[in-house]
């Protein structure tokens, strides 16, 4: 694992704009001892054709990316669990990545890069097909119609998803907001390239097998929030 202090530097950069409250004792540290071992260095972003190896210095039986992982409990679930899966994490708020990387301070972390800053970002430096899935989990619904080019699951984005999942790779979106699951269908269902894995109703309101569901979740759940689970394939 890299130890550039170079990935810190950038951070500074934006951590007024991105830091929303002060931190634990415990989370600041983790932070800013983790955070350089694990970023991703931006001149690494370069060329579309990032594979594993790049990010690892090894191969890994699969590659997940989840875009937007907020406190990081989803994506510690999954690298932990499966430690012959490579994992890229893209979160852009302070909080949040120091929050995960405080929870995994006693994980392995052999299996895990971050990157704080636009996900779409790694997407367009990985190589094409290289990806097994993505995550896309309670993302900002940016709910004023003004504000919805900002929403992650723009055409364009999709595309580009495809580009870098494998044949058969998977992409999973959740969300407990109804417009917000209507607005990722559409898009994703109007792409050729992807199928949707649902065939009846109960498809998408059930999690698929072996899901984790986080805090945020169970507590949507508790208030009677539904969660919609929109799996999709991407074509050979």
Not at 15 to 33: C, D, V
Not at 51 to 79: C, P, R, T, V, Y
Not at 84 to 97: D, K, W
Request: hydrophobic share 35%.
């Amino acid at each position: 694992m890299h130890s550039d202090t170079s990935a810190l530097r950038e951070i500074r950069r934006v951590y007024g704009r991105r830091h929303t409250r002060s931190l634990s004792t415990a989370r600041q540290a983790a932070f800013e001892n983790l955070l350089n071992v694990l970023h991703i260095p931006k001149e690494t972003l370069d060329g579309g054709n990032l594979a594993a190896k790049d990010l690892f210095g090894q191969d890994f039986s699969s590659l997940w990316l989840e875009i937007g992982f907020g406190n990081g409990a989803h994506l510690k679930q999954e690298m932990e669990a499966n430690p012959g899966t490579g994992f890229i994490g893209a979160e852009p708020f302070v909080n949040g990545m120091a929050a995960f990387l405080d929870s995994i301070e006693d994980s392995p972390k052999e299996n895990i890069r971050v990157y704080m800053d636009d996900a779409m970002t790694v997407v367009d430096a990985l190589a094409d097909g290289v990806l097994d899935g993505i995550y896309i989990l309670n993302p900002d619904p940016w709910p004023k119609k003004r504000h919805w080019k900002r929403r992650i699951v723009q055409p364009e984005h999709v595309e580009k998803f495809v580009r870098v999942l494998k044949p058969g790779g998977k992409l999973i979106m959740t969300t407990d907001i109804d417009p917000l699951a209507e607005w990722m269908l559409t898009h994703a269902i109007n792409n050729p390239a992807l199928r949707w894995t649902a065939g009846k109703p109960e498809d998408w309101q059930t999690p698929p097998p072996g899901w984790n569901p986080t805090k945020y979740e169970r507590k949507g759940a508790a208030k009677g929030r539904r969660q919609s689970y929109l799996v999709f394939e991407r074509r050979c």
